[in-house]
């Protein structure tokens, strides 16, 4: 794989098409992988917060989530193939987990909002098994959520709590897991409520 730094954050030099043979290739190898598709204000709040920017570190891949990073990295000399931007991946992840009938766990937004998503999820992907969810609104530190994946294993973690929210707690909990590829979705699961 090829990186490129771009103002300090190590973006992966991808197209969708080949992000999504990759992270197909580590859900079947059931390989603990962290993703970040970081829009200007990933990359601003890095550029802030320098707590932030150790749990963007810590992913595996940091895709470039929006035409503005992508026209930014062109001026910088340093190009990037195309935008990997989150709901688009997210929506190509589903399609996986249909195909191959992997288990997912959705975290976030409001409760009647994951609702909402998660009929459009089991509606489109009928055959992918959802093996739980959460809204995006609890207490930080109560365990039951990680728990909860930790019991039931899932290949795939949606985490849709914003910025900086979803970064922190998929950092936080990571080492935790045996399994899973987790990625911070943003205001996905709006769009799936629709
Ligand atoms: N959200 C959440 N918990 C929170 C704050 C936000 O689940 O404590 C959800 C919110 O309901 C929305 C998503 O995170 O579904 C994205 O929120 P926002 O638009 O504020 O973040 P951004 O788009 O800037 O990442």
Do not use: C
């Not at 739980?132 to 728990?147: K, L, M, R, T």
Request: aromatic share 8%; no cysteine.
């Amino acid at each position: 794989d090829k990186f490129v730094s771009i103002l300090g954050v190590n973006f992966i030099h991808t197209t969708m098409k080949d992000m999504v043979a990759r992270l197909r290739k580590r859900l079947l190898n059931e390989e603990k992988t962290f993703v970040v598709t970081a829009n200007p204000e990933i990359v601003m709040k890095t550029l802030e917060d320098p707590t932030y920017k150790q749990y963007v570190d810590l992913a595996d891949y940091v895709t470039a989530d929006g035409i503005g990073v992508v026209k930014g990295a062109q001026i910088l000399g340093k190009p990037l193939p195309e935008r990997v931007a989150g709901y688009d991946l997210m929506r190509n992840l589903l399609a996986i987990l249909n195909e191959e009938k992997l288990k997912l766990y959705m975290l976030g937004a409001q409760e009647e909002t994951i609702e909402k998503a998660v009929e459009t999820v089991k509606r489109e992907y009928p055959n992918l098994q959802l093996v739980g969810y959460h809204h995006g609104f609890f207490n930080w530190e109560d365990p039951s959520i990680i728990n909860e994946i930790k019991e039931k294993k899932p290949d795939l973690v949606l985490v849709a709590l914003g910025v900086p929210r979803q970064e922190k707690w998929i950092a936080e909990h990571l080492e935790e897991v045996e399994k899973g590829v987790f990625i911070g979705v943003g205001g996905s699961f709006d769009v799936l409520a629709g």
